[in-house]
């Protein structure tokens, strides 16, 4: 696998789902206005402390940052979040809802 490629492609992806520029995430993380470009086009990578403060930039957990099958980690995690404060009978109805929802596509 090119992880230099699936890193900038997914930092890519995250970042304009937050709807956020490369240039206003950098300088948010306290780095250069060039920062986060010069990821997504694959001449630098960031060290782990940023990757830390990206991925709490973005909302999200390290290890989701690089699930694959995870399309929007931030609402993934909210949904989760949300869900484990039902009860057992609340958490079983609403995953019939969400079984008719997939019958229905």
Do not use: W
């Not at 956020?20 to 986060?36: F, H, N, P, T, W």
């Amino acid at each position: 696998m090119d992880y230099l490629n699936f890193f900038s492609q997914r930092l890519n992806e995250l970042r304009t789902q937050k709807g956020v520029s490369a240039r206003d995430m950098s300088l948010s993380l306290g780095q250069c206005e060039s920062y986060i470009n010069k990821i997504e086009n694959q001449k630098s990578l960031p060290s782990m402390n940023v990757f830390f403060y990206i991925c709490d930039f973005l909302d999200i957990h390290p290890k989701d940052f690089f699930d694959m099958t995870l399309e929007n980690p931030t609402t993934t995690n909210e949904l989760f979040e949300k869900i484990s404060k039902l009860t057992p009978e609340q958490q079983q109805h609403f995953l019939f809802l969400i079984d008719d929802l997939l019958k229905a596509q």
